[in-house]
């Protein structure tokens, strides 16, 4: 939620079936507010809530210019007052997404983890059981890296949000207009919202009609699997459609059909990864 319309859209937190208090808004878009003022940045946005057991961290990410992910910064805080800088850890690990402890609440919190052995082929194909994998890893440093990793894989928007600009930037298209209802029922009308991984070839490709300054970002069905990892919800009485990652229980993204300024994601959750969900489809 971009801090310029939080107010407006705070409502929208609904649909994640979790709320901020009167307070605790006044106190979020005041700390934002000092926060953009003393970092510098062009614009920030509110991400959620991760609810530790212990405590809870308030998240947030902030760009310094109107390019969206080349210089990101992302913040945490823990009573709407202070927020604090997250840095990317010198070492770690994809394998960081399939810890399943719940965090704790202290970013300074030392974390031996167990994730069981470790297997590998042997030359008939054959698994064979290797050293079982050990590692200690600290809570703020785990914190970066599941935010990074939820905005890299679940965040979506509408297309036409983003822009690639004649300059190679990334950045928010001033005159996106808002999709039809039509368009917003189809999962491939969503943008992730990052920079294009897949080749740009390769996502113009996918559509008959495409503009190459918004269409080669990656569509959100090319994720894994395909069927079943967002759950596309409509609000009818208001055309507002919800889109749950199952991958990341907690975010969702929004967007008011036809409308260009009601779009966003936020997430409210325990910070892991539901690896399941293959076999629960």
């Known amino acids: 939620m971009n801090l310029s319309t939080l107010f407006d859209h705070l409502p929208y937190l609904s649909y994640s079936f979790r709320t901020l208090s009167s307070d605790e ?11 953009q003022r003393d970092q510098r940045l062009r614009s920030v946005w509110f991400l959620g809530r991760l609810e530790g057991r212990d405590a809870d961290y308030f998240l947030a990410f902030g760009c310094p210019d109107r390019e969206l992910f080349a210089g990101r910064k992302l913040f ?49 194909l054959v698994p064979v059981e290797g050293e079982r994998i050990r590692f200690e890893v600290k809570e703020q440093n785990r914190l970066w890296f599941v935010v990074s ?11 036409g949000v983003l822009y690639h600009d004649t300059n190679g930037n990334c950045v928010i298209n001033p005159y996106f207009g808002g999709i039809s209802v039509e368009a917003s029922m189809v999962l491939n009308n969503y943008l992730h919202f990052r920079e294009p991984r897949s080749d740009p070839a390769v996502n113009l490709a996918k ?39 199952m991958h990341w229980p907690g975010l969702i993204n929004f967007h008011r059909a036809d409308t260009g300024a009601v779009f966003g994601f936020c997430y409210f959750g325990d910070g892991r990864k539901n690896w399941e969900l293959p076999f629960k489809l």
């Open 25 to 35: 808004q006044l106190k979020l878009g005041h700390s934002l507010r000092t926060l």
């Open 76 to 124: 945490y805080s823990q009573n709407l007052h202070e927020w604090f800088l997250l840095l990317e850890p010198k070492q770690w690990d994809h394998c960081w997404d399939k810890i399943g402890a719940p965090f704790r609440g202290d970013p300074a919190f030392r974390m031996e983890i167990d994730l069981g052995p470790g297997f590998t082929f042997d030359e008939d």
């Open 207 to 245: 559509r008959d009609e495409f503009s190459y300054f918004m269409d080669v970002f990656d569509p959100a069905d090319d994720v894994v699997p395909k069927e079943g990892s967002f759950v596309v919800r409509r609000d009818v009485g208001r055309d507002v459609f919800v889109l749950n990652s």
């Open 149 to 159: 990793r939820m905005l890299q894989e679940a965040a979506l928007v509408p297309r």
